[in-house]
């Protein structure tokens, strides 16, 4: 069974850094695009960003020059650098995989997700 689980949240200020892991299991994952997503309170899930089986990156305009996704594929994980934190970073954030392996496309959809990490910036 494919299982994520990401860790790394808490609370933080404006202008923090924070490092989220998800740590995968059940499946090839050094073939594999993962992307994190994040859930802020009252709004919709929203794309972050997405590292590719071949370490392309690629991130939403909010957090670009900020974030930063990473990949150990000796140890099945996926990271996510958060630098220069914003309020409106407050949000609970996943990470995801998607189905097929050696494959992204842009707004793609993800299959599997881990339960979630949140974090809080605030003063």
């Known amino acids: 069974d494919v299982q994520l689980q990401a860790s790394g949240g808490g609370l933080v200020q404006p202008g923090g850094s924070l490092r989220l892991s998800c740590a995968a299991s059940g499946f090839t994952f050094s073939t594999y695009a993962m992307a994190w997503f994040r859930q802020a309170p009252g709004k919709e899930r929203e794309f972050v960003g997405v590292?590719?089986?071949?370490?392309?990156?690629s991130y939403t305009d909010s957090v670009k020059g900020r974030f930063t996704i990473s990949r150990d594929n000796a140890k099945n994980s996926v990271y996510l650098q958060m630098n220069s934190l914003k309020p409106e970073g407050t949000a609970v954030y996943y990470c995801?995989?998607?189905?097929?392996?050696?494959?992204?496309?842009?707004?793609?959809?993800?299959?599997?997700w881990g339960q979630g990490t949140l974090v809080t910036v605030s003063s």
């Open positions: 590292v590719t089986w071949t370490d392309r990156t």
């Open positions: 995801a995989v998607p189905r097929r392996a050696d494959y992204y496309a842009e707004a793609m959809e993800f299959d599997y």
